[in-house]
Every structure is written in structure tokens, then in C-alpha cells.
């Protein structure tokens, strides 16, 4: 009995590793076709195109590292990127996954390489991306007369359009707050940040209804949406970095706010900034409460960020949420096919599916 599960283990295991291939070998190709047709609709539309992270660069790298514009270096143990010698920008910043994502029919990363000019006696050789190179030189409007480098459309035509996705003030992120409604003094302030895919609705839905009135005379609570997410900016020319995510919480809550000492609260991705925010603030943060930090252990040898997206989405078919990780992952096309479908029109879709849920319940009750 044991062999014989054994065997069609082995054989699921085969089933789906066979399946796999062909189907991500043919989202490959649909990602190349993809990628034509959506350069040439934001040509149509927009008059431009940015630059993705799917297309071949060592030709707009080296030109770009050519042009003197960008320096690549090696100070300190660190990895810096300089243009015009007013803005730097670490490496370590960017994660590697962004380009270099190797598709199944290539097998191989197609990846360009920027050297830095032979006057910098700590200069190194690095691999980055064109699409990271262009949207850099695009954030500190290098040839801000040339209509390559002019600061990206948002939203763009791809992007919903509505009030609660593109917010009047950018320079913040919005902030659900609630505290004693006299505005008194109060004992503690508690920050709570949300994962991947949500927003500040995972604690106003949730905890925030069911925390004791008593608390609220005590505490002031504080619910972000992250840069990207809910009711804050989605600037089109942001990398969305650990660090932007940090200045943008500090900005938002911490400065505007006058908070001194704070609690912390985070979900999944929010954890990675809690921890963040706690390495900036030690002496600020109270106690950290960290539900579901996505933690992956590294073997030994392996490049952490690659065996995470490995981990995360590992190119199967199955088990579903694998296939979806994956597709979000390694197909920046195809994801924006997904996202124009459901999140452009998001406001469709939560009528249809608060109709659907008023036709349940009276279905239920009749």
C-alpha cells in the first residue's frame, strides 16, 4: 500500500512537473507577444513607451553608461549608482529579481551590464537592468528636455482612474485614524501595516471595529496604505523600495502626526517594514507584533533572493496559488493583463459581487 502511494506520488510529481513546462513555455511566448502589443498601445496612447524588464539591454546599458550620465561603484562595501553626481541611489536597494528572471525557454538571464568610467579608481563591473537604468534617469530628470527621459503619464490609460486610486495629494500616504474624539492626550500610539495585495481595509474591517472603547480613549491607532496600495500615491517612475516605503510611513504618520514612541502591528510584507522601521527607531518602537513574516532559510551557497522567488513561485501548475504566485512573479506582461481586467475595473467588480452576495442571502432566506 505504501509502494504503491509512493509510486503515484512520484508520478503526480512527473504529471505536473511535464505540465508545467509546456504551460509556462507557452506564457513565454505569450509574455513576448504581449510585450509588442503593449509597447505599441502605450506608443498609440501615450506617445511613449518605458521600458520593461522582460526585453533584451545590454545596448541601452551600455549607451547609458556610455553617455557618462550613470556611474556604477564600489565604496565602502557598497554598491552605488550616481548620475549627475546630485542623486545616489544603493544597489542593494533593488532586488536582483527585478532583472534577472530567466524565462523557460531561454534558461538564460538577459541581463545588461553597466561599467563604471576607468576615472573611478573603486569603480566594478555590475549587472543592471536598462528598465531600472531609464526609470532612475527618468526620477532625476536627466534630459529633462528630451521626451525619452520626460516623467511618466499617471495614471496611465492602462490604470483605473477613479478618485480612491489616484489621491490629490501624492506627497503622502492616506491614513485611517482613530483616537479619542476630543483630541485628548493619549497613553500610546500603535501603527498598523498591511501585506501584499490589501490595504489599511485589513485592520479597519477586522481588528480596529472590535478594539474596547476604553482602549480608544487610551491609544491613538493608525492604519496606512502602503505607496502602491488602497487610497495612497502609485507614482509610475517609483521602484517601491524598502526605503521609499520607510520615508513614505515616517512622512505619513511619524512626522505629520508628531508620533514619539509607537507600537507595531504588521502582516506579511508590513512585517518586512515594521522590522525595518524598528532597526531605524530603536529607541522609538515599543514592541513589534509581526503576523505571518514571510521568513524563507537559505541553504548555504544559494543567492537569497533568487531561492526566495524560487520558494515563493516555483513555475508549477499546481497547487493553484502557486501557478497565480507565479505568473505575478515572472510575467510583468501578463500581470498587467490581469491587473487592467480586475483591478481597472475594480468598481464593476465589487458591484457584481455585492449584488451576487445580496442575491444570496435572499436566496438563503426564500
Not at 511613449?48 to 557618462?68: E, I, V
Not at 528572471?101 to 553597466?114: C, D, I, K, N, Q
Not at 534617469?137 to 489616484?166: F, I, L, M, T
Request: charged residues 20%; aromatic residues 8%.
Amino acid at each position: 500500500m505504501a509502494a504503491a502511494r509512493s509510486a503515484l506520488a512520484c508520478a503526480g510529481r512527473a504529471a505536473n512537473e511535464a505540465v508545467s513546462f509546456v504551460v509556462f513555455m507557452v506564457l513565454d511566448v505569450v509574455e513576448v507577444l504581449l510585450c509588442v502589443v503593449y509597447k505599441v498601445a502605450d506608443y498609440m496612447l501615450e506617445g511613449a513607451w518605458r521600458p520593461c524588464y522582460c526585453s533584451s539591454s545590454s545596448t541601452a546599458s551600455a549607451a547609458a553608461a556610455a553617455s557618462g550620465k550613470i556611474v556604477v561603484s564600489e565604496r565602502g562595501g557598497s554598491k552605488v549608482v550616481s548620475m549627475l553626481s546630485s542623486t545616489k541611489l544603493h544597489l542593494e536597494d533593488i532586488s536582483d529579481t527585478l532583472y534577472t528572471r530567466p524565462s523557460v525557454l531561454s534558461g538564460t538571464s538577459r541581463r545588461g551590464v553597466v561599467r563604471a568610467p576607468p576615472t573611478h579608481a573603486s569603480a566594478t563591473t555590475l549587472t543592471v537592468h536598462s528598465a531600472i537604468v531609464q526609470m532612475l534617469q527618468g526620477k532625476v530628470g536627466v534630459d529633462g528636455e528630451d521626451k525619452q527621459h520626460r516623467p511618466y503619464r499617471s495614471p496611465r490609460w492602462s490604470d483605473c482612474h477613479c478618485a480612491n486610486c489616484n489621491p490629490v495629494d501624492t506627497s503622502r500616504l492616506f491614513v485611517h485614524v482613530e483616537g479619542p474624539p476630543d483630541g485628548a492626550a493619549t497613553e500610546d500610539d500603535v501603527l498598523f501595516i498591511h501585506g501584499f495585495i490589501s490595504s489599511s481595509g485589513f485592520w479597519t474591517e477586522t481588528v480596529l471595529p472590535n478594539v474596547s472603547p476604553e482602549a480608544h480613549l487610551r491609544r491613538r491607532l493608525f492604519a496606512v496604505d502602503l505607496l502602491g496600495f488602497g487610497r495612497s500615491p502609485k507614482p509610475a517612475d517609483s521602484l517601491y523600495t524598502l526605503r521609499e516605503h520607510v520615508e513614505m510611513i515616517e512622512r505619513s504618520v511619524i512626522e505629520r502626526y508628531g508620533v514619539k514612541s509607537f507600537h507595531i502591528v504588521a502582516h506579511s510584507l508590513g512585517t518586512v517594514l515594521a522590522l525595518a522601521l524598528a532597526v531605524k527607531y530603536p529607541a522609538a518602537v515599543r514592541s513589534l507584533t509581526l503576523v505571518a513574516p514571510p521568513y524563507f532559510p537559505v541553504p548555504r551557497g544559494e543567492v537569497g533572493t533568487q531561492y526566495v522567488l524560487r520558494t515563493v513561485a516555483p513555475r508549477r501548475v499546481w497547487p493553484a496559488i502557486a501557478f497565480g504566485a507565479s505568473v505575478a512573479c515572472w510575467y510583468e506582461h501578463l500581470s498587467r493583463t490581469v491587473s487592467i481586467v480586475l483591478s481597472k475595473h475594480h468598481r464593476l467588480w465589487e458591484l457584481a459581487f455585492r449584488l451576487f452576495t445580496l442575491y444570496s442571502i435572499n436566496h438563503q432566506w426564500n
